[in-house]
C-alpha cells in the first residue's frame, strides 16, 4: 500500500512532462511574430486587392522599398500600412489581423468594399485607423472597443449600417472619432460623454442617427468639432453644449431640432470658426452676441423659423466668408432696410451673402459694390426689395451668381451688369423691371443660366445673347418682348441643356430651322406668342427633348413626322394654331409621352389607335379639330369621290344663290306695290342682297348636313342655314 502511495509523485511528474512536451512542440509549430510572417499577411493582403504585381518584390524584405509599408527603427516589423488614393478594389483580407506590430493603418480614399474584418481586433497596438472614403458596409466589428490605443477612428464615408456602440468609452485614448456619411441608426450613446479627458473631434454627420443630442456631451470640455449634421435627431440642444469653450466648429444643420439660440452664444464660445444650425426649426432672434465672435468664418442660419432684425455688429466680423441668414422671418422697415449691408463692406473675405427668402424691405444700397472683391454668391431674391439696381453692381468683379428675384424692383437693368464676367447664374425673375434688355449682357460669356421672366421687358432678344457659348438654361417668359428669334440664338447656344423658355411674349416670324441644333435641350416653352409658319422638320434632331410646348401661336401646316422620333418626348401641346393635315401614326410609338394636345387646328383623317391614344386616352386633347374621326371610313376614299362632289357642291352653291337672288327680287315688287311707309334707306336695307362666301355657308348649314336639307330639284338642293349676324336664309 505504501508503495503504491510512493508511485504516485513519479506518476504525475511523468504526465506532466509529456504536457509539457505537447504544449512546447504546438507552440514551435506556431510561427514566431517576426519580418517574415508581416511579409506574408502583406502578401495575402496583396492577393484581395488591386495592388499591380510589381509593387512590392516578394524576392526583398518589406522594409526596404515596398511603396508605402513602413517598418521600426530595427528593421524588424512592419508599424505603418498606408495606401491611401490609389484607388484600390477588393477588400481586407484577414491576414491583415497578424501584422502585430501595427500602429497606423490608413486605406482612405480607395474602393475597398466588405466588411472590417474581426481579425483587426489582434491589432492592440493600432493608435490610428482610416478606412474612409470607401465602400465597406456591415456593422462596426463587435469589439472594436477592445483597441484600447486608438487615438483616431476615421471611417467615414462608406456603407457601414447597425447602431453605435454603448461601449465607445472604452477607447480611452480615443481623440478623433469620425462616422460622418455613413447609414448608422439610433440613439448618440450618453456614454460617449466619458471621453471627456481626450476627445477633441466626434463626427457623426449624414447618418439616420435619432432622438436627442445628449446633454451629457458638455462634458467633453476638449471638444474642437461636434459635427452632428444631417440626421434624424429631435429636441433642443442642451445649454451645457452651448458651454463647450473650445469649439471651433458645432454644426447641426439638417435635423429636427427646435428651440432658442441662447442670447450669450458669444461669450459661451468665444473660439468658434464655424456655427451651423440651418435645416432645422429654431425659433427666436438672432443672438447679437454672435456678432461679437470677431474670429468667425462661417455663419449658416437658413432655413428655420428666426425672427427680428439683423442685429447690428456685422462690421465686427473681419474673417466672415459665409453669412446665411436666407428663407427665416428676419424683417426690415423703410428704405434703409437693408443698411445692415453696408457693415459687411469691413467683411473683406465675404464670399457668400444670403438673405433671401425673408420678409426685407428697402432699396439695395450704393455701397453694395464695396462688398469683399471675392465674393462669388449673392442671393437676395424673395424679399420686399424695391428701388433700382445700383449700377455699382458692376464692381464686383468676382461675382459667379446673383439673384434678386422675387421682389419689387422697378427701372432697368443697368448696364454695369455686364462688367461681371465671371458670372454664371443671373436671376431677375418675377420684379417690375421694364425697358430694352440691355446689350451689355452679351459680355457675360461664362453665364450657364439666366432668368429674366416676368417682367416687363420690351424690344427684341438681344442679338449678344448668341454670345452664351456656356448656357444651360434660359428663361425669358411673361414679358413683353417682340420681333422674331433670331437664328444667330440657336446656332450659338448649343449647350443649351434645360430650359428655353420665350413663352407669354409677343415674339412672330416663322422657326428657324436652326432650333434642330438645340440636341442637349429638355424643354422648349414658346407658348403664347404670334409665331407662324411651318414647324421646321430639324425639331427632330432635338432628341433630348422631354417637353415641346407650343400652344396659342398662328403655326401652320402638317405635323411633323419626326415629333414621332423623339423618344423621350413627355409632354407635347401644340394646341389652338392652324395646324392642318393628319395625325402621324408615329406618335403612337412615344411610349413615355403622358401628355398630348393638339386641341383648337385644322387636324383631320384617322386618329391613331395605339400608345397614348389608347394607354391614357384622357390625357389627349383634340377637340376643337371637326375633321377627326375614329374610323377610316370617315376619310374620303380617293380622288375619285372627290371629284363627284366638287361638281354637286358647286350646282349646290349656285342653285342656292337663284333661289336667293328669285326670291329677292319677288319680295322686292311685293313690297313697292303694298304702299308701305318705310323710307327709301328702309326700302334699300331690307331689299340688299348679302354676298356670302362658300366658307360661309358650309359654316351656316353645317357643312350641308342632311339635317338642313329642305328639298332637292333639277338645279340642286337647297338648305336652310343661319348666317353670323344672325340671319336664317335658305
Known amino acids: 500500500m505504501v508503495s503504491q502511495f510512493h508511485l504516485l509523485p513519479q506518476t504525475f511528474a511523468i504526465i506532466f512532462s509529456l504536457l509539457l512536451c505537447i504544449f512546447v512542440s504546438v507552440e514551435t509549430a506556431r510561427p514566431t511574430p517576426s519580418i517574415a510572417t508581416d511579409k506574408e499577411a502583406l502578401i495575402s493582403f496583396k492577393s484581395g486587392v488591386s495592388l499591380p504585381p510589381s509593387f512590392w518584390d516578394q524576392n526583398s524584405s518589406p522594409c526596404t522599398n515596398w511603396t508605402g509599408v513602413v517598418c521600426n527603427k530595427l528593421g524588424n516589423r512592419v508599424v505603418a500600412l498606408h495606401l491611401s488614393g490609389l484607388g484600390l478594389t477588393g477588400s481586407i483580407s484577414p491576414h491583415i489581423g497578424n501584422l502585430s506590430f501595427l500602429r497606423s493603418l490608413q486605406l482612405q480614399n480607395n474602393k475597398l468594399t466588405g466588411n472590417i474584418p474581426s481579425q483587426i481586433l489582434h491589432l492592440f497596438r493600432l493608435t490610428s485607423l482610416n478606412l474612409s472614403s470607401n465602400t465597406i458596409q456591415g456593422?462596426?466589428?463587435?469589439?472594436?472597443?477592445?483597441?484600447?490605443?486608438?487615438?483616431?477612428?476615421?471611417?467615414?464615408?462608406?456603407?457601414?449600417?447597425?447602431?453605435?456602440?454603448?461601449?465607445?468609452?472604452?477607447?480611452?485614448?480615443?481623440?478623433?472619432?469620425?462616422?460622418?456619411?455613413?447609414?448608422?441608426?439610433?440613439?448618440?450613446?450618453?456614454?460617449?460623454?466619458?471621453?471627456?479627458?481626450?476627445?477633441?473631434?466626434?463626427?457623426?454627420?449624414?447618418?439616420?442617427?435619432?432622438?436627442?443630442?445628449?446633454?451629457?456631451?458638455?462634458?467633453?470640455?476638449k471638444l474642437k468639432e461636434l459635427d452632428l449634421a444631417g440626421n434624424q435627431l429631435t429636441g433642443t440642444v442642451a445649454l451645457s453644449i452651448y458651454n463647450i469653450s473650445s469649439l471651433l466648429l458645432f454644426t447641426v444643420a439638417s435635423n429636427q431640432l427646435w428651440g432658442e439660440i441662447p442670447s450669450n452664444i458669444g461669450h459661451t464660445l468665444p473660439n468658434l470658426l464655424y456655427f451651423r444650425n440651418c435645416f432645422n426649426l429654431f425659433t427666436g432672434n438672432i443672438p447679437v452676441s454672435l456678432h461679437n465672435i470677431s474670429g468667425i468664418r462661417s455663419i449658416r442660419m437658413s432655413n428655420n423659423f428666426l425672427e427680428g432684425t439683423v442685429p447690428p455688429g456685422l462690421g465686427n466680423l473681419p474673417f466672415i466668408e459665409m453669412y446665411n441668414i436666407g428663407f427665416n422671418r428676419i424683417v426690415s422697415y423703410g428704405g434703409d432696410g437693408l443698411s445692415f449691408i453696408t457693415s459687411l463692406t469691413n467683411s473683406t473675405r465675404l464670399q457668400f451673402l444670403a438673405i433671401d427668402g425673408n420678409h426685407l424691405e428697402g432699396v439695395i444700397p450704393e455701397s453694395i459694390g464695396n462688398l469683399s472683391k471675392v465674393i462669388e454668391k449673392l442671393y437676395m431674391g424673395g424679399n420686399r426689395i424695391f428701388g433700382h439696381i445700383p449700377s455699382s453692381i458692376g464692381q464686383l468683379s468676382s461675382l459667379t451668381l446673383l439673384n434678386v428675384s422675387y421682389n419689387l424692383i422697378s427701372g432697368e437693368i443697368p448696364p454695369e451688369i455686364g462688367q461681371l464676367e465671371e458670372l454664371q447664374v443671373l436671376s431677375l425673375a418675377a420684379n417690375k423691371m421694364s425697358g430694352h434688355i440691355t446689350n451689355s449682357l452679351g459680355n457675360l460669356r461664362k453665364l450657364n443660366n439666366i432668368d429674366l421672366s416676368r417682367n416687363s421687358f420690351v424690344g427684341h432678344i438681344p442679338p449678344s445673347f448668341a454670345n452664351f457659348q456656356k448656357l444651360l438654361s434660359m428663361d425669358l417668359s411673361n414679358n413683353l418682348l417682340n420681333g422674331s428669334i433670331s437664328t444667330e440664338i440657336f446656332q450659338n447656344l448649343p449647350s443649351l441643356s434645360t430650359i428655353l423658355n420665350l413663352s407669354n411674349n409677343f415674339l412672330s416670324g416663322p422657326l428657324p430651322e436652326e432650333i434642330g441644333l438645340l440636341g442637349s435641350v429638355v424643354t422648349i416653352d414658346l407658348s403664347d406668342n404670334r409665331l407662324s409658319g411651318l414647324i421646321p422638320n430639324t425639331i427632330g434632331k432635338c432628341t433630348s427633348l422631354e417637353g415641346l410646348l407650343m400652344a396659342r401661336n398662328k403655326l401652320s401646316g402638317p405635323l411633323p413626322n419626326v415629333l414621332g422620333d423623339m423618344r423621350g418626348l413627355?409632354?407635347?401641346?401644340?394646341?389652338?394654331?392652324?395646324?392642318?393635315?393628319?395625325?402621324?401614326?408615329?406618335?403612337?410609338?412615344?411610349?413615355?409621352?403622358?401628355?398630348?394636345?393638339?386641341?383648337?387646328?385644322?387636324?383631320?383623317?384617322?386618329?391613331?389607335?395605339?400608345?397614348?391614344?389608347?394607354?391614357?386616352?384622357?390625357?389627349?386633347?383634340?377637340?376643337?379639330?371637326?375633321?377627326?374621326?375614329?374610323?377610316?371610313s370617315c376619310v374620303n376614299p380617293?380622288?375619285?369621290?372627290?371629284?363627284?362632289?366638287?361638281?354637286?357642291?358647286?350646282?349646290?352653291?349656285?342653285?342656292?344663290?337663284?333661289?336667293?337672288?328669285?326670291?329677292?327680287?319677288?319680295?322686292?315688287?311685293?313690297?313697292?306695290?303694298?304702299?308701305?311707309?318705310?323710307?327709301?334707306?328702309?326700302?334699300?336695307?331690307?331689299?340688299?342682297?348679302?354676298?356670302?362666301?362658300?366658307?360661309?355657308?358650309?359654316?351656316?348649314?353645317?357643312?350641308?348636313?342632311?339635317?338642313?336639307?329642305?328639298?332637292?330639284?333639277?338645279?340642286?338642293?337647297?338648305?336652310r342655314g343661319c348666317l353670323r349676324d344672325g340671319i336664317e336664309v335658305a
Open 139 to 221: 456593422p462596426l466589428p463587435s469589439n472594436l472597443t477592445q483597441l484600447t490605443a486608438l487615438q483616431t477612428l476615421d471611417l467615414a464615408s462608406n456603407n457601414i449600417t447597425g447602431t453605435l456602440p454603448e461601449n465607445l468609452n472604452s477607447l480611452k485614448n480615443l481623440q478623433v472619432l469620425n462616422l460622418a456619411r455613413n447609414r448608422l441608426h439610433g440613439p448618440i450613446p450618453p456614454s460617449i460623454s466619458n471621453l471627456s479627458s481626450t476627445l477633441t473631434h466626434l463626427n457623426l454627420g449624414t447618418n439616420s442617427l435619432s432622438g436627442t443630442i445628449p446633454s451629457e456631451l458638455g462634458f467633453l470640455y
Open 638 to 719: 380617293g380622288g375619285h369621290r372627290r371629284k363627284v362632289l366638287i361638281p354637286v357642291l358647286i350646282s349646290t352653291v349656285l342653285a342656292t344663290l337663284a333661289v336667293c337672288v328669285i326670291v329677292g327680287c319677288l319680295l322686292y315688287v311685293s313690297k313697292s306695290k303694298a304702299r308701305v311707309t318705310e323710307t327709301n334707306s328702309d326700302l334699300l336695307i331690307k331689299g340688299q342682297h348679302q354676298m356670302v362666301t362658300y366658307e360661309e355657308l358650309r359654316g351656316a348649314t353645317g357643312n350641308f348636313s342632311t339635317e338642313n336639307l329642305i328639298g332637292s330639284g333639277s338645279f340642286g338642293s337647297v338648305y
Open 570 to 632: 413627355e409632354i407635347l401641346d401644340l394646341s389652338s394654331n392652324q395646324l392642318s393635315g393628319s395625325i402621324p401614326d408615329k406618335l403612337e410609338d412615344l411610349q413615355v409621352l403622358s401628355y398630348l394636345n393638339l386641341s383648337f387646328n385644322h387636324l383631320e383623317g384617322v386618329i391613331p389607335k395605339g400608345g397614348i391614344f389608347v394607354k391614357n386616352s384622357s390625357s389627349v386633347h383634340l377637340e376643337g379639330n371637326p375633321k377627326l374621326c375614329l374610323h377610316s
